[in-house]
């Protein structure tokens, strides 16, 4: 290295101190030359046969560039003069021995900063090329022109030549914040091989030795590139510098690329950035609810964060917030998504080929990936709204080593309740949400993660039912690597969920009630890259549940109640699994993947056994055995597969195809069509066996515009069974023997799902354009009542068309509009066919399940965003939003009902909103 | 969970419940009701027969001419005779509790429904019918208790009576001819009272209650709520609180058609339910049939509210008078659309000059009651 230095240094001498020292015999040494469209390299040896000069240059600079001269005796600087009169190339002749063909201005002998890493042993090859004029608040393009420029020489130059192929691994990083970079996209010149950052930025990459140029690019950040000089195996980091404060946004976004070629089908993915442009009700920014607008994904309603993804109900949908299991995504009975916009990142929706590291729903995964701190300062933000506010900060504990970031939020709405009648002046309502997040990088090769997460929410209703749910989560995470082929993450953590209710208005009744589920879990994930045709995953996933399924006690001395508590349950569901993704041919991809999962129900605990052969009821119970602690109660097992395949017809054109099963072990049990905050999960136990589902699906993508336009259209095509639905009038809270109040349905569920999406430019969106059926079936005479005769059915979550257009305006860069339309059909319901007469009122007579459906739902909202300046050096920069949901103030009726009131039946159609509802919110950063 | 309901009905839904024209095509379904409980302590049994219709359809359909009768498990039975159109009574039974009974109904149409058989049913008798005033008004509450711990499962109903008075106790009237107004006169004994009524209501909701999450069989529920200054409690009130005990099943029934038709209307709604029963058409095994059939000692208590007992209750009808003077004239004029109270002045030989009137709901009370005194009443 130093040897280097020494050299570089008298370069800059005679460049910079003489910029025109020109070796008086070489640049006057008569050539004689003729070409005719030859390349650069024709041209050097030419020249260096003629001259003493050795010429260094860059080859990839000069990919397009051919030669015609035709020179007889000229000294070699007019010759060089006349080869490179039409082009921004500069020569240098800098010693005797020595010239430089360069791009740009002239040649600067600034030491370039390095992050490559990686033996170097000897030289002969350098290229140094600069702009000469560094202009105030260029820095940072100079920066980064820099970097693109110099080429790094990575691993041992002196290393056997035996393998062709070396491993290159590294990190991106956001240059600003030291953050990494998570799905930036690494394209190899020539060589075609692409990449997609995983969630730590990290990347590894099998290449063949020598000059390769990389292409790096990502959603909000500038595209870069590096050149790179390969010897052996070795490191490159690379710093992306983010588009804010770019005057023309010309972001080519990393999932535009990956929708094409990723072999993942029916994987959408929005960053934060896209999410909070979109307008939603109270300004609240809400990562459900914009997952919902997505081709797909359905929700019964507006009071309802429960996603329903291709027929799947909301409990087949696995949430991980940083790997934690959410199971009450919401807050203030679903109007708002328990998740603080602030520290999230982006999310992910797996909706046909799930990978194989993911298990135990059926429908989709949703990965919420949160942000880390900034590693190099302190910032932060806060947001004011009408019914909440929240506050992030984060920063550095040890700088470029430990970050934390911590995000809270809160809701002021006791406010609006005291607008409410009389009858609910004295209500309360509140919840917040806490999220800690730590960071230490214990060296290059070992990071921990810490993540903390605490939501509650809590309801006083005129001082008689207090009602409050909570979720609960802590893991740590430890990312290894072991070296560029084999990484591996090890996470461990506990995640809880539990509600209660209590009443304490009729003292002689007051009670407390409630259900917690608690889960200890550990994974291990590997990933090992073994060469660029393939890439292999394994791990095994271990969950252990304790559920406490119900209690209910008596609160206050003069309560009469009768404690009871429904014995806790408890089971262990492991999985090992194996992935691999087969690149066989640069279009043609495979990925197949294995995942064994078995499901353990343990003991303690009494079983009910019922009559083999007989409907589950109370009257065919035939006694209980008592298992002891530890014990084996059943166990069920089998394989899931998930295999995806992709033939890249064109760069821009690709189709793909994928299977997938899929095994539930745990149930939710809720009678209403919303996810009510009083739902309740079950394990499977001897009678109440797992969901299982199968999908095929099949896509073609498609992007134009140089993959700024994405389309795509999906068709899938599932099969569900043991999805329970319930018997007439089932118990479901503290029910002793809740397999009695079940029945076990089948179903089938198809659909076509189209989307066009544009994330850069001006004028940016998506239109999403689902039809779907969800279809369920409970035939079995002996699994109890038949619903519907034994026909198909439609779920309550059956809307076939769906569209949906997010658009946003960017008049400039401090101002936006958005506004985004939906349109769905109604949802079905069960309408009473007739009535009757009884107990001194009308009664309504109901019969067909879900056979009608409400009217269709339809609404448009709107909101502009405002930014404050951009001038980098102030101390904060503020936002502000104001918007209006349902701007036309369509009453999109959510249910109807007939209710019998004065002797009279009456049919009404509720809404949520039945107005257009205004709002702001007011967002600063510092 | 109602009251989380109503809460968030409330504050989501401003102005939000339109009326729901349904979709569903007018079915003609004639399913057969059955209601009532076989009274088993001496006193009226009705069972009422009717058929289920189509939702547009506004008047009910009574099951004429169909045979029911009472049968044990020792082949007795008792004939329920047609009391008036699909009423079947009975009167004066003292059923054998050790033995099982079952309801069967021959329809007109030569359908025949049996129930199971069930033994009758052990009601202990109602504690009291006590009541509490706050700021939200009276509120009355059914209190009761099973030494035996045996019974679980309660069902009220109940009817209300409630004297109330005129705003003004008249003591004119007026004369008319061909419509016209032409005199004041004294009312006399021949005349109609108006001052003194009584009003009745009856409970139009399923009223339930169990205690079988409670160590002892004690029920303390709130049956009525009667919002403050209402004028049920303006002068006396009366409720009459039926007890009836049911099993699990029975009660499961009432509680699944109370879910399907009182507790609706939320953001979290259940899905309606079919209804159990124990009834099975013989005739046509598939034939649905609504009700279910019970037999117990029906239990019932009646408590007396006065208005002495209610400070400042506040009832107020917001009346006022006008003066008239009793010529034509003024008659004409003002005296429509009023009733004459009291005379003002008076003339020779007991003559009304003037006198005062007001809106005949202040004046005369069978325009919201009846004036026929009860004869429970005190």
Redesign the interface.
């Known amino acids: 290295m130093k040897k280097w230095g020494s050299f570089i240094l008298v370069l800059a001498y005679l460049v910079i101190v003489h910029p025109k020292a020109y070796s008086q015999i070489d640049s006057l040494k008569l050539i004689n030359i003729e070409l005719n469209g030859a390349g650069i390299e024709q041209f050097v040896l030419a020249l260096e046969k003629q001259t003493d000069l050795h010429f260094y240059y860059d080859v990839s600079q000069f990919d397009s560039i051919t030669f015609n001269i035709n020179a007889k005796k000229q000294p070699l600087i007019k010759v060089l003069e006349q080869a490179f009169a039409q082009t921004d190339f500069q020569f240098s002749i800098a010693a005797p021995d020595y010239a430089f063909i360069t791009k740009g201005k002239s040649v600067n002998t600034d030491l370039p900063t390095t992050t490559a890493s990686g033996e170097r042993s000897g030289n002969n090859q350098v290229s140094n090329k600069m702009p000469a004029y560094k202009k105030p608040g260029e820095e940072k393009d100079n920066l980064k022109t820099t970097l693109e420029n110099k080429i790094y020489e990575i691993g041992d130059k002196s290393s056997p030549a035996l393998q062709n192929s070396v491993i290159l691994a590294g990190n991106v990083t956001d240059a600003k914040t030291g953050e990494p970079v998570v799905g930036a996209y690494l394209h190899v010149e020539k060589a075609n091989i692409s990449i997609i950052t995983d969630q730590f930025g990290y990347f590894s990459i099998s290449l063949p030795k020598g000059r390769h140029i990389i292409n790096i690019q990502s959603l909000g950040m500038k595209d870069t590139r590096r050149q790179i000089q390969l010897y052996s195996d070795g490191k490159l980091n690379i710093d992306m510098q983010s588009t804010i404060l770019t005057i023309k946004n010309v972001t080519i976004s990393a999932q535009k690329l990956s929708n094409v070629r990723g072999t993942q089908m029916g994987l959408q993915k929005i960053d934060i950035k896209t999410i909070k442009q979109v307008p939603v009700v109270f300004g609240e920014a809400d990562i459900l609810r914009v997952v919902t607008t997505l081709p797909g994904v359905k929700t019964v309603?507006e009071?309802s964060t429960g996603l329903n993804v291709r027929g799947g109900s909301a409990d087949q949908n696995l949430i991980l917030f940083n790997d934690a299991t959410i199971y009450n995504p919401s807050h203030f009975?679903g109007?708002f998504s328990a998740f603080n916009p602030e520290v999230v990142k982006d999310v992910e929706l797996y909706k046909s080929s799930i990978p194989a590291r993911y298990g135990g729903r059926l429908s989709s995964v949703l990965n919420i990936n949160t942000r880390e701190g900034n590693k190099k300062k302190i910032t932060g933000g806060a947001g004011l709204g009408l019914l909440t506010s929240r506050i992030n900060v984060e920063g550095p504990l040890i700088k470029d080593k430990t970050s934390f970031l911590i995000g809270a939020r809160t809701t002021y709405a006791d406010w609006?309740?005291k607008e409410?009648?009389d009858q609910?002046k004295n209500?309360k309502?509140g919840f917040y949400d806490l999220n800690l997040n730590l960071t230490h990088e214990l060296n290059k090769k070992n990071t921990i993660y810490l993540t903390g997460y605490l939501s509650r929410d809590r309801?006083n209703?005129?001082s008689?039912?207090v009602?409050g749910y909570k979720n609960k989560n802590l893991s740590l995470k430890w990312k290894h690597i072991f070296n560029n082929k084999i990484n591996s993450l090890i996470t461990g953590g506990l995640d809880q969920y539990s509600y209660n209710?209590s009443s304490n208005k009729?003292p002689?009744?007051a009670?407390k009630m409630g259900f917690d589920i608690h889960q200890k879990y550990f994974k291990a994930h590997f990933n090992y890259y073994l060469n660029n045709t393939h890439t292999i995953d394994f791990g095994l996933n271990s969950i252990y549940y304790k559920l406490n399924p119900g209690y209910?006690n008596p609160d206050g001395k003069s309560s009469?109640?009768?404690p009871?508590q429904i014995a806790t349950e408890q089971a262990l569901e492991s999985a090992l699994y194996l992935n691999d993704r087969y690149n066989i041919t640069p279009e043609f991809t495979v990925e197949g993947g294995v995942r064994y999962s078995m499901y353990n129900y343990l003991g303690p605990k009494t079983v009910t056994t019922y009559a083999p052969g007989l409907p589950i009821t109370e009257s065919n119970m035939t006694g209980s055995i008592a298992y002891e602690k530890g014990k084996f109660i059943k166990t069920y097992s089998g394989p899931e597969f998930r295999i995806s395949t992709r033939y890249a017809l064109t760069d821009s054109f690709s189709v793909k195809a994928s299977f997938n099963t899929q095994r539930q072990y745990i149930h939710m049990l809720s009678?209403?069509?919303?996810m009510?905050?009083?739902d309740i999960w079950k394990l499977s136990d001897p009678s109440i066996r797992p969901q299982y589902g199968e999908q095929v699906s099949l896509g073609l993508y498609k992007n134009f515009k140089s993959n700024t336009i994405e389309t795509s259209l999906e068709v899938y095509y599932k099969r569900l069974s043991n999805y329970l639905d319930?018997k007439?009038?089932a118990n479901l809270v503290l029910n002793h023997h809740i397999e009695t109040d079940v029945i076990a349905t089948k179903g089938k569920a198809y659909g076509v799902e189209f989307l066009i999406k544009k994330l850069t430019g001006k004028l940016n969106g998506w239109i999403s354009y689902t039809w779907s059926r969800i279809l369920l079936k409970q035939d079995d005479p002996l699994a109890g009542?038949l619903i519907n005769n034994g026909l198909f059915y439609p779920a309550n979550y059956d809307k076939p068309h769906d569209v949906t257009v997010i658009g946003n305006y960017r008049m400039s860069h401090r101002f936006s509009v958005s506004l985004n339309a939906t349109y769905s059909t109604g949802r079905p319901i069960?309408?009473?066919?007739?009535?009757?007469?009884?107990?001194?009122?009308?009664?309504?007579?109901?019969a067909g399940?879900n056979?009608?459906?409400i009217p269709d739902y339809f609404r448009t909202d709107f909101s502009m965003n405002i930014d404050g300046n951009h001038k980098i050096h102030q101390v904060t920069h503020n936002s502000w939003t104001i918007g209006v949901y349902n701007i036309t103030g369509r009453?999109n009726?959510?249910?109807?009902?007939?209710?019998?009131e004065?002797?009279v039946?009456?049919?009404?159609?509720?809404?949520?909103?039945?107005?257009a509802i205004p709002y702001i919110n007011f967002n600063i950063r510092f | 969970?109602n009251?989380?309901i109503?809460?968030?009905?409330?504050?989501?839904?401003?102005?939000?419940?339109?009326?729901?024209?349904?979709?569903?095509p007018d079915?003609?379904?004639g399913?057969l009701?059955i209601?009532g409980v076989i009274n088993n302590d001496g006193g009226l049994t009705t069972v009422k027969l009717?058929?289920?219709?189509?939702?547009n359809?506004n008047s009910?359909i009574p099951e004429k001419g169909a045979i029911v009768r009472l049968e044990d498990s020792n082949n007795g039975n008792l004939l329920l005779p047609e009391s008036s159109d699909g009423n079947y009574t009975i009167d004066n039974l003292h059923l054998d509790t050790t033995i099982k009974y079952r309801l069967d109904i021959k329809t007109s149409n030569n359908e025949e429904y049996v129930s199971d058989l069930v033994a009758p049913r052990y009601n202990p008798p109602i504690d009291s019918v006590s009541w509490e005033r706050d700021d939200k008004g009276v509120t009355i509450f059914i209190n009761t208790h099973d030494p035996k711990n045996n019974t679980h499962y309660y069902q009220w109903?109940y009817n209300e009576t409630w004297e109330f008075h005129s705003a003004y106790f008249a003591s004119l009237k007026y004369v008319e001819v061909n419509n016209v107004i032409t005199n004041v006169v004294y009312r006399d004994a021949s005349d109609p009272q108006i001052a003194i009524c009584w009003q009745y209501n009856?409970?139009?909701?399923?009223l339930l209650g169990s205690s079988l999450?409670?160590?002892?069989d004690?029920i303390?529920?709130?049956l009525i709520k009667i919002p403050p200054a209402s004028w049920e409690l303006s002068v006396l009130y009366s409720v009459i609180v039926r007890q009836y005990s049911w099993g699990k099943e029975g009660y499961?029934f009432?509680?699944?058609?109370k879910?399907?038709?009182?507790g609706?209307?939320s953001?979290?709604?259940?899905?309606?339910?079919?209804?159990?029963t124990n009834f099975h058409c013989v005739s046509n095994p598939s034939q649905p049939v609504?009700g279910f059939f019970n037999i117990c000692t029906i239990r019932e208590k009646r408590i007396f509210i006065r208005n002495s007992e209610l400070p400042n209750w506040g009832y107020h009808m917001g009346c006022s008078e006008v003066i008239i003077e009793n010529n034509p004239d003024s008659l004409r004029s003002k005296a429509a659309g009023l009733l004459p109270t009291n005379p003002l002045i008076l003339g020779p030989f007991g003559s009304v000059v003037t006198f005062y009137a007001a809106e005949p709901i202040c004046v005369d009370c069978t325009l919201r009651g009846y004036n026929v005194k009860p004869t429970y009443w005190p």
């Open positions: 309603g009071a009975f109007m609006l309740l409410l009648p609910y209500s309502a309801f209703l005129n008689d039912t009602y209710i009729l002689m009744n009670y209910f009469l109640v009768i009871d009678n209403t069509a919303a009510a905050p009083t319930y007439s009038g009542e069960t309408l009473p066919i007739g009535r009757f007469f009884y107990a001194g009122s009308e009664r309504t007579l109901y399940r056979a009608y459906r009453k009726p959510y249910s109807v009902y007939y209710i019998s004065n002797n039946i009456n049919g009404y159609k509720l809404s949520i909103f039945g107005s | 969970m009251k989380l109503g809460f968030a009905l409330v504050l989501l839904v401003t102005g939000c419940k339109e009326k729901f024209i349904s979709p569903a079915v003609v379904t399913y009701v209601e009717s058929r289920t219709t189509s939702l359809n009910d109903d009856t409970s139009g909701a399923i999450k409670l160590s002892q004690i303390r529920l709130p499961e009432l509680e699944r058609m879910k399907n038709t009182e609706v209307g953001v979290f709604d259940a899905q309606p339910s079919e209804l159990n609504i």
